[in-house]
Structures are given as C-alpha cells and as structure tokens.
C-alpha cells in the first residue's frame, strides 16, 4: 500500500537546545510569584519529611534502651507531625502548580491560535490539518508540566540531595560516603541507556502524532470514506499506523523496564553495601543499630531525587523538542500581511482594475499571466470557464487571499496590497460553494457577518434571500441549534443562511463561488429576487458553471489558459461564436 502523508513522522531529533526552553520561560515569568511560593512550600514539605529518620534513630538509640514511654511517644508523634506537614505543604503546593500549569497551557494556546488565525491560505494549502491540531492540543499539553512542576522539580530535587547529605553527614560520615560511591556508577549507566530510551519515546510521539493526524482526516471526512466504501482502505491504513504506535510503544517500554531494573538494583546493591560496610568494616561497635535504621531510611530518599533528575532530564528533552514545534508554529512567518505603513481602505465604491497581474501558487506554475480588466462600480460581472482555468484564483486574489507575483489590483485606485488586510475585507462579501455553517443557532450562524444585528435585520435579511419560509419551518425557528456543520440542513439551506449571513455584512464586493449550485431551479427562481437585492448597488464576481444563472449579468468573462480570453455581454459572447458560444451551447 502507498505511503501517505500520514506516514512522514515529524522530526523531533534536534539535540537539546537551551534556547527553546530559554524562551519559554517568559509564559513562566508571568507566574513568577506563585512558582516561588510553590518552590518555597516544597522546600519546607522536603525540610519536615526528612526528620523521621532522625527521629527514629533517636529513638531506637537512645529512648527505646532508656525505656522512656514519655520520650518514645513525643518522638513517635513528632516523626507523624512532620510527615502530616510535609504532605500537607507538598498538596498546597500541587493545586498552585496545577493552577499555574493550565494558566501557561492557555497562554501558550491562545497566542498559537492567534498566529494560526493570522497565517495565510497558503499555510494551510500544505499540511494535514491534524498535525497542526496535535501541535495545538497535544504538545501544548505535554510541555506545560515541563514548565510548571518540570521546573520546579529540578530545583527541588537538587536542593533535596544537598538536604539529606546535610542530614546524612550528622548521622555517619563514612556510610554517607558508601552511599555517595554508588552515584557515578548510576550516572555511566543511565547515560548508556538514556539515549536510547529518548529515541523510542520520541518515536512513540511521532506514531502518535501519525495517528491522530489521520484519525483527526478520517473523522472529517467520514461520509466521503463510506460513500466511497473506503472503509476497508482506511482501516488496513489506521490499523498500519496503530500497530506501528504499538511497536514503538512496545519497544519504550521495554527499555524503560530495563531502565528502572537498574534503578531498583542499584539501589538495592547500595542498601546492601551501606549493611556490609556497617557492619563489617566499621564494625558493630562504631555503627549503632539506629544510625544503621537511619542511614537505610536515607538511602532511598537520596536516591530518589537522583532518579527523579534522571527522568527530568528525560523530560526536558522531549519537552524541548516539543516547544521547538510550538514556538516554529508561532514563527512561521505571516505572507500576507498588513504593510507596515498600511492605511484603512476608504468605504470601497466598487470600481476594480486588475493591472498586468500575474500569479502562481507554486514557484514554476504559472496560473494567471499578464492579466488586465477593469470594473466600474456596481457591476456584476461572471467568472466562466474550465474547471482549474483560475477563476476561484481570480476572486481569491481579490480578497487578497495570496499576494500577487508582478502587477497591481486596484480598487478605486487604491493599490489592495498597501491597505490593511482587516479594512479590504471587511467589505468583502464572499460566499462559497460550500458554506460554512458554525455551532450555534441559526440567528447566531446569521450574525456571524454582523456582530450586533438586531432580531429584525436578520428577519428581514432571512426574507430577502428566501430563507425566512424554512426557518420558521424549523423546531425552534431563528433559535434553532446547529451543529458545526448543519447537518440537520439541506446544502440548499445552507446556502440560503450563508446568502443572508453575506447580506446582513452589506459588503461593497460581492463574490459568490458556485454559490447557487446547490439550490434547485425553482428556489433559484424565487431567490434570483433576493440575488437582484443582494447585488444591487455592488460590484459583484460571480463564478457558475450553469450558465443560465449568469446570463443577466453586465459582463461575462471567460478565463482560460492563464488569462481572459474572451469578454463581453452574453449577446456578444454568442455573437462572436468563440469558447463561450460553445460552452453555451453544449449545455443546452
Ligand atoms: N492552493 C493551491 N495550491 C496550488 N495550486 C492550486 C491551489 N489552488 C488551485 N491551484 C491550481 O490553480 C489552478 C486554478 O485553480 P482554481 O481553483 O482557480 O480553478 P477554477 O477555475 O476555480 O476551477 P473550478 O471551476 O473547478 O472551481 C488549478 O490548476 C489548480 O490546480
Ligand atoms: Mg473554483
């Protein structure tokens, strides 16, 4: 089977680069009071928990053989004081955190989804729209704990190890010493294996991220999938991909097995070193049993944090690596965007020239060349043509979707790519073959192109595009629920809330891509009324391939081979007896 797109893992494989984490800590800055708080709770929860083994070499040492019940219970509720302490102050700590975690993991999403609202079309034309969501959700996600507790952690595990040899030393010297011996001895081993366990998790992120780009595609396009009977396909292709997650997740845990196998040993070979050591070279007399309790209490509780720092580290790599992919996301750069001495395009009168304008969406694809016409204000003017002759790329230039490669496009005299993008839009009425229908009611659907319209601008624009009739039809009628693609809606109906949708914005360009193709000859009929109000008074693009639907229209042009090749009325057109006569004629 062919490999697709969803193959391609993402390279997650740059070496730790500080300067990633560097810049994160700004999202970590604006928490900066409640992360020392969290860090100055932790420090104190650490302090308390490390008394009991203290206090239970106190005990065995000197209270025990002393017989003193009054001292063995002081100690006893001391030691269950300090622990109740340590766990309260380590909770406080942990809804800070979680606190301040979701706050950064909002932050960081809302500037991607900010910069992701900004980029242009072109952007999006090349990538599966689930590798963008997975960047959006899943590694937003997985750094915030890097950059809350992560942080905090690292911090605090060193200050721990500092901590217990400061209490390791006042209880022994020499079996301090044992115990540290077993560190560089951890540090060769876990450095041989580390490497190896990073790249299998990386490789599970990337299988995970092939899953849920081709999950997120096969989700979207479910009827398409069983229409096709393409179920069988995509299931060998989702079974591909999960088994692959699976092997690679298979793979990380075993060396991860194997890492905490090392782990415990060590750990153990350490315990039992501290005993033989004790015992045997120091000699019972030197080595108090208590001092023997205490030290094996501190044995694991040093060895801990040096676990914990291992597996930060791990953490911090893979977080990087992540944050790398975030923060390429936030800097890919904006092609089509404001100058930065853009002005506001003055209210459009609807005069348009297309000056010599020649464009491509990839470098040696020319799609439009040398390209000249001119539109005088209110006029409806008909895109034909082909199918991929351009005229979609003619009215997305309008909008300024792309920017141009040579030329100028002028609306009344003013040049569109030295205006601001917000300004040229805004009065830009566009409306699609499919037409977009959010979650909301239908009223909220209509508003959509004018935030504050009032019950009875949108009544009245629903009735101008024939819409009104089904509304009321409807359950709960202008307060009916949509789902976010209106399914409980015809295509037809869709068009027509997507018609007074544009209506209600009142743009002064008009542009409607086979924007009436789902509406059937009759309804067509009644709403070509409401189409004559729509575009009275506004220069309008309107592409078709049914041609009756155009006849009316001012100026017809026909868009072939990279340019106009003819234009005129349809009178003319047929006159002349060229590509549009034809075209014409063979639809009867
Ligand atoms: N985003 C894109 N990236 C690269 N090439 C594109 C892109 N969009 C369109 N094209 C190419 O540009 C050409 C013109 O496409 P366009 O969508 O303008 O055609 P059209 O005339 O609107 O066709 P149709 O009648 O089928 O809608 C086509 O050859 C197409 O392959
Ligand atoms: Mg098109």
Redo the contacts with the bound molecule.
Sequence with gaps: MARNKYDIDETLETPFNIAHLKRSFIYMKKHKKRIVIALILSALSSVFSMFTPLLSKVEIDYFIPQKNIVMIVVAAVAALVSIVISVKLGIIRQRIMTDVGQDIIYEIRRDLFEHLQELSFEYY?DRPQGKILVRVVNYVNSVSDMLTNGVINFVLEIFNIILILIFMLIVDIKLTLVVVAGVPVFVAVMLLIKKKQRRAWQDVSNKNSNQTAYLAESISCMKVTQSFAREVENEGIFRRLSSSYKKSWMKAVKISFLVSFVVDNIHSIVAAALYVVGLLVIGPASVSLGTLAAMSGYVSRFWQPIINLASLYNNFVNGVAYLERIFETMDEPIKVRDLPDAVELPEIKGNLKFDNVTFS??ADKV?LKNVDFDVKAGQSIALV?P???????VVNLISRFYDLDSGKILIDGNDISKVTLNSLRRQMGIMLQDSFIFSGTIADNIRYGKLDANDEEIVAACKTVCAHEFIMEMEDGYETELNENGSQLSQGQKQLIAFARTLISDPKILILDEATSSIDVKTERLLQKGLNELLKGRTSFIIAHRLSTIKNCDKIMF?NNQGITESGTHEELLEKKGDYYHLYNAQG
């Design positions: 034309d969406y990839e799609i043509g199918t991929g002759a351009g005229k979609t790329t868009i």
